[in-house]
């Protein structure tokens, strides 16, 4: 059965799309190149370019059909809108038909204002692709290159290397991968492919010399040339036919439909509840079906989920131009939530730019600065550490500690040219994380040298032999304590520090063609040792951090004393540092790993490797942790999933492991993590900002109808139902959003980690909105409508309707408590642009939006109650000068109320609330925790007395001071001393 059979007949259909010139990728390769006019050598530019016009970018166009009309109606069927709709239903029961179309309008507006703000948010999630462009390796004109991946086209000549993402359909040439074809086959096990594997009778998408666009290499290294590029690749094939998945709501989202729907129910038991309250108020029926619809469409908060989504999407694009691509809305607010940040160094606290700084020999150090200063022995041992490399700094790749290798080499006289040591080159067995080695075997003057380089303690594992001033000389125990004696001072002083050793091979015998026979009975040639700067925001990025109350672990696969120099240079470790090397952590079980990590110190995990990381997030995550964590290889892709936050580099790191991420890092950098939390707080408190802000509006909307049914009939009804209706969706709308964009809050960055467990409306939020910012606009707005009724002479009981002489001060005093609320809305608004700090520390004027949103609340509400056309519709009337005076103070008031509420609040809790103010001071001398009290006491907490005085430039008394404090602190958030 061949492929074309196996597959469902629409694929078939679209099969029978492909070109007819298209060759068959399982011919003979002879024909295979004939066909495609290729060669091994790949395509000139030339030709490259006229295919590009042929042929048209490599990439996948949508085909999924018209889906917005189906979005469009799912937004018709959302249990809300379904709400409103029966309300407008009963609207026109009972005789209401104005209200039943304002309702309907309600809930077409809606509809299409949530409809516009899923596509938006759609929208933002696919536009990141446009950051994260895919690189190809093709080989043109001979010569390897980067290419962005579109560029592809049949005919090019591709190297696809361990980490990369297949770009297109292709046939190997030589070589051998293992490709992980989830994408296509669903099956998660990777699969090996090899160019010497031709007979393939089968399915196309089990032929073993193929690979195909979409899989990810997991091992290996292969050339393969280009069959199918864009729509005409397998993948082309499936996505024609597959429709665009829905995007999976965040736990943010749900949370908050529940809450929805859980207000809608609360509405309708509400209005129903005041139905015959209405009905003993002396009102028709109708009157009071249409009394109880208004408290419903009321308390009904339509706009908030829309909304939410939105102010997420745009936490997305902020985040995106910050350098960190998110690829799931949800992630925004988790990163808000971290709380531990499992780093690794290389390249991420460190810039990745390395340079080799001292060379030790058995002759002696020497700092390998000119090539005269430079002994035999030194130049011996760079010469065989850059034949020991893939890098080509002329094509513009390579991993930095081997082009710091060629730098050596050429800085100390003895230049290796790439194409040529490639050419010499017999067998190559890459770097491997988990054996911390590389070795090549090289031809030199007919015969072959084994050259190995890597981590020390393995080079010295393997090595029996040490060069020593022109001769060889066995590894004695004396001498290897010289050497890890050696490795330890170096890496002290925050080096990278590499081992290179040889082994010639006997004249004419073959190339090892197993890893384990090539690394073996070494001679050891000496140490190189690097420097690698630390990036210059870092340090400043962990203090953020700390002071965030948010833990840093580094896990690294250098050594742990390179790697605790660095760390301390960043300011890792304030609490107390631990190293865990990766053969304790081996031998180290879970409960023992849990109580290490329960412990808030830093812990730097030293040569470990990429499956210690997931035990460490799965450890971290089970002490109830949002792990954040970081890595670039393809072997961390495991623990990148397993993380709450799969960090993965985006310029460093490999595709695989930027596919297994949640956020891609554009700029590999640290702080960007630190950054893109302070971006999840910030957007996770905006929504904050927002939920209480259209909370707020209800209680006065609700009073009005109460004080009119509990009285009995004795006061006329202070708010219409249409009137409630412009507040909802007019005047409210516009503030909302631009709420969800107001900048962070001061301290935000000061405040411990949102518990996980900790739901997005907290009690506190619906007592601000409801019992105080809602109460008091209720107060105002029902002072400003008796005042107006009283003014006009108005009594408790006199009749107000159509044609009486009352009549036109009860529209005006409608229209006061409309106008009222719009004015109390304002005011809260600027109240809830701050949870605990005075308005004046984010700037009155800091947030253009909002003065829009209320610019055109103001137009909306000057035309409701000065355009006569409108007056019918709202039941309102123009107002005097003196009427619009009467509601002039509210915003004021409601702010001004809001304002002193904070300050009390902040004056109760005086203190910065986070983890203990931390400042990047250098750590403590471990002596230091000797025997005084206070340190004692201090390094309790994590802190030293040392780290106090110098942090603060305190004296000892009021050290004292602040470490009472600092311990009422500490217990106020549940730190039990140590
Ligand atoms: N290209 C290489 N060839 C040989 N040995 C290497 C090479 N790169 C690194 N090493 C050795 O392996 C060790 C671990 O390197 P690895 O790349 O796994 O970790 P790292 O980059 O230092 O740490 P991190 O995980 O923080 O980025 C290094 O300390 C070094 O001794």
Redesign the pocket.
């Known amino acids: 059965m061949t492929a074309s059979e196996e597959r469902p007949g629409a694929v078939r259909e679209a099969e029978e799309e492909q070109r007819p010139d298209a060759p068959d990728p399982r011919e003979p390769l002879g024909l295979l190149f004939r066909d495609l006019r290729t060669s091994p050598n790949g395509l000139s530019e030339r030709e490259v370019q006229r295919r590009q016009t042929v042929h048209g970018p490599n990439a996948l166009t949508r085909r999924g059909g018209r889906r917005w009309p189906h979005e469009l109606a799912q937004q018709f069927t959302q249990p809300l809108a379904i709400l409103l709709s029966l309300a407008a239903v009963l609207a026109v029961v009972s005789g209401t038909p104005a209200l039943a179309v304002a309702i309907a309008a309600v809930v077409v507006l809606n509809a299409l204002l949530a409809f516009a703000q899923e596509r938006q948010a759609e929208r933002a999630v696919e536009a990141l692709a446009d950051f994260l462009p895919e690189r190809a390796t093709v080989v043109r004109a001979g010569r390897p290159r980067e290419v962005a991946a579109t560029e592809l086209v049949p005919g090019d000549v591709l190297v696809v290397e361990e980490g990369d993402r297949v770009s297109a359909d292709a046939r190997l040439l030589s070589g051998g991968v293992q490709v992980d074809l989830s994408a296509l086959t669903g099956e998660s096990v990777p699969v090996f492919r090899s160019a010497e594997d031709t007979d393939n009778p089968g399915p196309l998408l089990d032929a073993r010399d193929l690979v195909f666009s979409g899989a990810a290499c997991t091992g290996g290294q292969a050339r393969a040339v280009v069959t199918a590029t864009g729509m005409h690749t397998e993948l082309g094939r499936i996505a024609a036919l597959s429709q665009r998945t829905r995007r999976e709501e965040s736990p943010l989202e749900q949370q908050v439909r529940r809450v929805a729907r859980l207000i809608a129910v609360i509405a309708v038991g509400v209005g129903l509840a005041f139905l015959p309250m209405g009905l003993a108020a002396g009102l028709p029926l109708s009157a009071a079906v249409a009394f109880a619809v208004g408290l419903l469409v009321a308390n009904v908060p339509e706009g908030l989920l829309p909304t939410i989504t939105l102010a997420l999407a745009a936490g997305v694009r902020d985040l995106a131009r910050r350098g960190a691509v998110v690829k799931r809305l949800s992630a925004v607010e988790t990163l808000g939530s971290t709380t531990a940040v499992c780093t690794?160094?290389?390249?991420?606290l460190t810039e990745n730019r390395m340079r080799v700084t001292t060379v030790w020999t058995p002759a002696g150090e020497s700092p390998a600065k000119r090539p005269a200063q430079a002994g035999t022995e030194v130049v011996r041992l760079a010469r065989a550490a850059a034949l020991c490399t893939t890098a080509d700094p002329a094509a513009g790749h390579g991993?930095p500690?081997?082009l710091a290798l060629l730098e050596l080499a050429e800085r100390v006289g003895s230049p290796c040219v790439p194409a040529v040591r490639d050419a010499e080159r017999r067998a190559l067995f890459r770097?491997d994380?988990h054996v911390?080695?590389?070795t090549t075997a090289d031809a030199a003057d007919g015969t072959l040298v084994l050259h190995t380089?890597?981590?020390?303690e393995e080079v010295l594992t393997h090595a029996t032999r040490v060069y020593d001033r022109g001769t060889v000389r066995p590894l004695t125990p004396a001498g290897r304590t010289e050497v890890v004696r050696t490795v330890g001072r170096l890496a002290a002083r925050g080096l990278?520090?590499?081992a290179v050793a040889v082994r010639p091979l006997e004249p004419r015998a073959p190339a090892p063609g197993r890893r384990e026979d090539a690394e073996q009975d070494l001679c050891l040639l000496g140490l190189v040792a690097m420097a690698d700067p630390l990036r210059p925001e870092v340090a400043g990025s962990i203090a953020l951090a700390h002071r965030a109350g948010i833990t840093v672990h580094?896990?690294?696969?250098?050594?742990g004393l390179?790697a605790a120099a660095v760390a301390e240079q960043a300011g890792i470790g304030h609490r107390g540092m631990r190293i865990v090397t990766g053969t304790e952590l081996d031998t180290m079980d879970d409960d023992r790993l849990d109580a290490l990590l329960a412990r808030r110190e830093e812990v730097i995990f030293a040569r470990s490797s990429p499956e210690a990381k997931l035990r460490i997030a799965d450890a971290l995550r089970a002490e109830g942790n949002t792990v954040a964590m970081t890595g670039?290889g393809v072997n961390d892709a495991p623990a990148l999933h397993r993380a709450d936050i799969g960090v993965a580099m985006g310029r460093s790191g490999t595709d695989v492991a930027r596919e297994a991420a949640t956020v891609v890092l554009t700029d590999d950098n640290f702080a960007t993590i630190v950054a893109a939390v302070e971006y999840g707080r910030r957007t996770y408190d905006n929504i904050r900002k927002f939920i209480v802000y259209i909370f707020t509006h209800a209680v006065p909307e609700v009073v009005p109808f109460l004080v009119f049914a509990l009285a009995g009939g004795a006061v006329p009804l202070p708010l219409t139902v249409m009137q409630i209706l412009a507040v909802d969706l007019g005047t409210d709308t516009l503030p909302a959003l631009a709420l969800g964009r107001e900048r962070a809050e001061p301290g935000l960055m000061d405040r411990p980690p949102r518990p996980r467990s900790e739901r997005v409306i907290r009690p506190a939020m619906l007592a601000r909105a409801w019992g105080f910012l809602g109460l008091i606009s209720a107060f105002l707005v029902m002072g400003g409508y008796f005042l107006t009724l009283a003014r006009g002479g108005w009594h408790p009981g006199d009749d107000v309707g159509p044609g009486t002489a009352l009549h036109p001060t009860w529209q005006q005093a409608t229209t006061v408590t409309w106008l009222g609320i719009v004015a109390c809305q304002i005011g809260t608004a600027f109240a809830v642009r701050t949870d605990r700090a005075p308005l004046r520390a984010v700037g009155v004027f800091s947030n253009p939006r909002l003065l829009g949103g209320i610019g055109f609340s103001l137009a909306f509400a000057g035309a409701i109650v000065y355009l006569p056309a409108l007056h019918r519709l709202f039941g309102t009337a123009a107002l005097t000068p003196t009427q619009l005076l009467t509601v002039l103070p509210f915003p004021f008031l409601v702010w001004g109320a809001d304002e002193l509420r904070r300050a009390l609040v902040r004056r109760r809790t005086a203190v910065p609330t986070g983890g203990l103010p931390v400042e990047p001071v250098p750590p403590a001398p471990v002596e230091e925790s000797g025997h005084h009290p206070l340190p004692v006491l201090l390094a309790r907490h994590g802190w030293s007395a040392h780290r106090l005085t110098h942090a603060l430039g305190v004296g000892e008394h009021a050290a004292t001071e602040i470490v009472a404090h600092a311990r009422r602190v500490a217990a106020e958030h549940g730190h039990r001393p140590r």
Do not use: H, I, S, Y
């Open positions: 690794d160094k290389t390249g991420t991993d500690t081997e770097f994380p911390k080695l590389m380089k890597g981590a020390p990278r520090v590499l580094v896990v690294t696969g250098d050594n390179t670039d």
